[in-house]
């Protein structure tokens, strides 16, 4: 093997660039040409590539928010015909094989190139932390934390004028960013997709809370289970509630990674490298208890399904007023 080619795809994340660096890093350690692919798996059935030439490349950038390599969604990339497109090109480029970061459809990308016989590795990166296989994707930390500050930030005028706030988080279909972000912030509520909500009782706690000093309240909703503007006209048929809507949207996916986010893309990346080193491709990576560790990505993607930690709802329901 000599030429490894690195591409994000999907949804961007905050850590993405600092898995392209390690991988790349990895790589010009190990002797081998890393080459960047620009805008997924379009600039890869395009040819769009540049080789990464020296380690002071990739000064800089595990810092920085978004990918240097840009991403797109590309349907097209779905049909075989195009998949064999891609494959002839890597081919052509003396590519031998392909480290793809990316969300659930960028992995479904990676496993029809490995079906279709090419050595390609699935490195999480997306907030949503909706991939099998992994404790944690690459910016869901980050992803949380601008969250929680965001859902902090609107607790002081929840407060200050005794309003109810529904506060929309991404995550697409998984529960994650709300859980996680909601238990920081001290939500009366979480609502995610994983686990049935009754928005009767909700209300009914709300006014409670009134009645015993509390009269001002934050309720996360998963885009998953509905927008914030839906639940708070279901919820206001309960209630005379002076409510507010409010979606965080693309400001949870911007911004400096967190530490931890920038660790897990590091050892991650390396990972990958390691592995397509030993001759081991059609893998997915993931960190389970702080350790990098690979799966079949085809029998990941097939056979399993993340798991929201639903325990966490229970948890917060414990603590609420
Ligand atoms: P995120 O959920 O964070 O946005 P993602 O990787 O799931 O990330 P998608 O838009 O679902 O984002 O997928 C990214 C790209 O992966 C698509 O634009 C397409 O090029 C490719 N892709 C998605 N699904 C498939 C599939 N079933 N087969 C082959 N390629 C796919």
């Known amino acids: 093997m000599k030429r490894i080619g690195i591409l994000t795809s999907g949804g961007d994340s905050q850590g993405m660039n600092a898995a392209v660096r390690a991988i790349a890093r990895s790589a010009m350690h190990a002797g081998l040409e890393a080459y960047g692919i620009n805008l997924g798996y379009k600039g890869l059935v395009e040819g769009n590539v540049f080789k990464m030439d020296s380690l002071a490349d990739l000064d800089g950038i595990i810092n920085r928010g978004g990918t240097i390599l ?49 050595n390609s590795i699935g490195v999480p990166g997306t907030i949503d932390n909706d991939i099998p296989g992994t404790d944690f994707t690459i910016g869901f930390d980050t992803a949380v934390n601008v969250a929680t500050d965001a859902l902090d930030r609107i607790n002081d005028t929840a407060r200050s004028h005794q309003r109810i706030f529904v506060v929309e988080v991404m995550g697409r279909g998984a529960g994650d960013i709300a859980l996680w972000s909601g238990i920081a912030a001290d939500a ?38 509905m927008s914030a503007e839906e639940f708070k006209a279901e919820l206001d048929k309960y209630g005379d509630f002076d409510s507010r809507a409010v979606t965080l949207a693309h400001v949870q996916r911007g911004g400096v990674p967190t530490a931890k986010d920038r660790v897990i893309a590091s050892q991650l990346g390396d990972y990958a490298v390691q592995l397509l080193l030993e001759g081991k491709g059609g893998m997915a990576v993931g960190i389970r208890d702080g350790k990098p560790e690979a799966h079949d990505i085809i029998d990941t993607l097939e056979n399993h399904k993340h798991k929201t930690d639903v325990s966490l709802a229970d948890l917060n329901d414990r603590l609420r007023f």
Do not use: C, W
Request: no cysteine; proline share 2%; charged share 30%.
């Open 70 to 118: 840009r991403s797109a969604r590309f349907p097209e990339f779905a049909e075989e015909e195009t998949q064999l497109k891609a494959i002839e090109m890597l081919k052509k480029l003396g590519i031998d094989a392909l480290v793809v970061i990316g969300g659930d459809g960028s992995y479904h990308g990676a496993m029809k190139l490995t079906k279709h016989g090419f």
């Open 188 to 225: 009366d509520a979480i609502v995610i997709p994983e686990r049935e909500y009754d928005i009767k009782a909700i209300a009914n706690k709300l006014t409670e809370n009134r009645k015993n000093g509390k009269d001002n309240g934050l309720i996360v909703v998963a885009e998953g289970v």
